[in-house]
């Protein structure tokens, strides 16, 4: 089981719980949020991506609204197999979907 570093005061709506259910999965060492900054388009669900490859592991993505915060994870598996766990965890995540807005005048 990994472990998830609580390292700045600010995170994404909604992110710590699921970092903290995919580093109880076994092969992921470590998930450490990083850098939180603001995005002119908006998503209004968590988003997780596999960004890019780093020295033992991968750079998330992670959006939600106009947030961006980059998500370090230190483990063995290919950027595909993340990517379909990362997936799946969000398919789970009541907190994640949002549902239909209505509409606007």
């Known amino acids: 089981m990994g472990r998830v570093v609580i390292t700045h005061s600010t995170y994404i709506?909604?992110?710590?719980?699921?970092?903290?259910?995919?580093?109880?999965?076994?092969?992921?060492?470590?998930v450490t949020p990083a850098v939180i900054s603001r995005v002119r388009g908006r998503s209004p669900q968590l988003r997780l991506r596999v960004s890019?490859?780093?020295t033992g592991g991968h750079k998330l993505v992670a959006r939600r609204g106009s947030s961006v915060q980059e998500v370090f994870v230190?483990?063995?598996?290919?950027?595909?197999?993340l990517q379909q766990a990362l997936d799946?965890?969000?398919?789970?995540?009541?907190?994640?979907?949002?549902?239909?807005?209505?509409?606007?005048?």
């Open 52 to 54: 890019t490859e780093i």
């Open 74 to 81: 230190v483990t063995n598996w290919s950027k595909e197999q």
């Open 13 to 30: 709506e909604g992110l710590i719980p699921l970092l903290q259910r995919l580093a109880s999965l076994p092969g992921i060492a470590t």
């Open 88 to 105: 799946q965890l969000l398919d789970q995540d009541p907190s994640s979907s949002s549902a239909p807005e209505g509409r606007r005048s």
